[in-house]
T-cell receptor
């Protein structure tokens, strides 16, 4: 069974850094296309980043240069390193697996809340 | 890119059909057949309901269907049931390895 479990969220001051983790089971992270999607409180979904099985990475303009997506093959875990955090980064962050042949995100974690506030 | 445009709310009575629209541009919805729809209940993660405009993942009831015309995609829920009450989000590939979402539509079953 495919499972994704995010951890690492919490309260962080503006300008701070945080690393989110997404532990996967039931499949191999490095062989799949993995994404991060966030949802600000009471708002809609926003795509954040993707890492392909090749290792290529892409980011939304809103986080480019501040966030880094990566993975650890030995731990079968996806990461999102978030630097220079801003109040507008406050959101629930979901990791999700993208289908290889289309852009449907078929498997999602439960999300982890990141609050950026002083 | 700007978010796709969805109506903030929609409603229907049990057994009725309701259609939710998702309007983009020729650079996203109109340019690719990579429109997806997600259902999200309060406090829960989104669930994929439709991908590639009109395909249903295994386990999604055939009451849910998708279509596209030009720059506008649509999700139709037929035979509304109480458990269909949720927020629905569309998404579309927007080129250059970017994905954009709609603002979401709150579906109320009256």
């Amino acid at each position: 069974e495919v499972q994704l479990v995010e951890t690492g969220g919490g309260l962080i001051q503006p300008g701070g850094s945080l690393r989110l983790s997404c532990a996967a089971s039931g499949f191999t992270v490095s062989s799949n296309y993995m994404t991060w999607v966030r949802q600000a409180p009471g708002k809609g979904l926003e795509w954040v980043s993707i890492i392909y099985s090749s290792g290529s990475t892409y980011y939304a303009d809103s986080v480019k240069g501040r966030f880094t997506i990566s993975r650890d093959i030995s731990k079968n875990t996806l990461y999102l390193q978030m630097n220079s955090l801003r109040a507008e980064d406050t959101a629930v962050y979901y990791c999700a697996r993208r289908a290889p042949s289309n852009w449907g995100l078929g498997y999602w974690g439960q999300g982890t809340l990141v609050t950026v506030s002083s | 890119q700007s978010a796709l445009t969805q109506p903030p709310s929609a409603s229907g009575s049990p057994g009725q059909s309701v259609t939710i629209s998702c309007t983009g541009t020729s650079s996203d919805v109109g340019g690719y057949n990579y429109v997806s729809w997600y259902q999200q209940h309060p406090g829960k993660a989104p669930k994929l309901m439709i991908y590639e405009v009109n395909k249903r993942p295994s386990g999604v009831p055939d009451r849910f269907s998708g279509s596209k015309s030009g720059n506008t995609a649509s999700l139709t829920v037929s035979g509304l049931q109480a458990e269909d009450e949720a927020a629905y989000y569309c998404s579309s590939y927007a080129g250059s390895n970017n994905l954009i979402f709609g603002g979401g539509t709150k579906l109320t079953v009256l």
